[in-house]
């Protein structure tokens, strides 16, 4: 059985009681940052080893740790913060656990662009998730598509590349659109920052963020509704 466990994208308090006992009762937990991982681990008083799995060895690994699943080992899938596969590392072992027809648990828990949705205070009926935009090649061309979104668009972002995608999202979207951004989700110093496209990249021009970040953006049906 391979788990898909999903941790607290910031208070450690944000996990479920199914989570704990199964991190206990698995024989090893693949992390994506053992050391972040550790931490969660020691919190709780869990014992169980820890093993990494990240971007840059998931290739090389996620079919022989799947052959090793299907031989009877009871294996729990982390990232560091948040669903695996949601912008994480995961989809390429459960990918792989699904080939071989192991059984894959994902346990239901914490992602950071749910309460981002609904605290934007945008339409969060239907929505697009488009997760990290290309740094480089492509990336306008997501852009364009972006603009033509007629449902709520969520995007991750980080904190150094945060005022210029919003600049570039105004100039491309629409300097009026509406959008907000979230930050620090279930942490101290949790912050949205609602305001038009054009405002959040001026706001942020001036206040240089820390932390996660959700970029929440006004699709055309919300921009018909208001007008």
Known sequence: MLYVVPTPVGNLEDITLR???????????????TRTTSVLLKHYDIHTPLRSHHKFNEHATSASLAEQIAAGKEVALVSDAGTPGISDPGFMLVRACVEKGVEVQCLPGATAFV??????????DRFYFE????????????LQLLAKAEHTVIIYESPFRLQKTLQQLADTIGKDRRASVSREISKLHEQTVRGTLQQLADYFGENPPKGEIVIIVEGQNGKQEQE
Request: glycine share 8%; proline share 8%.
């Open 19 to 33: 989570a704990l006992r199964v991190l206990r009762e698995v024989e090893l937990v693949l992390a994506e940052d």
């Open 115 to 124: 309460p981002a949705l609904v605290d934007s205070g945008l339409p969060c």
């Open 131 to 142: 997760g990290f935009l290309p740094q480089k090649k492509g990336r306008q061309t997501r």
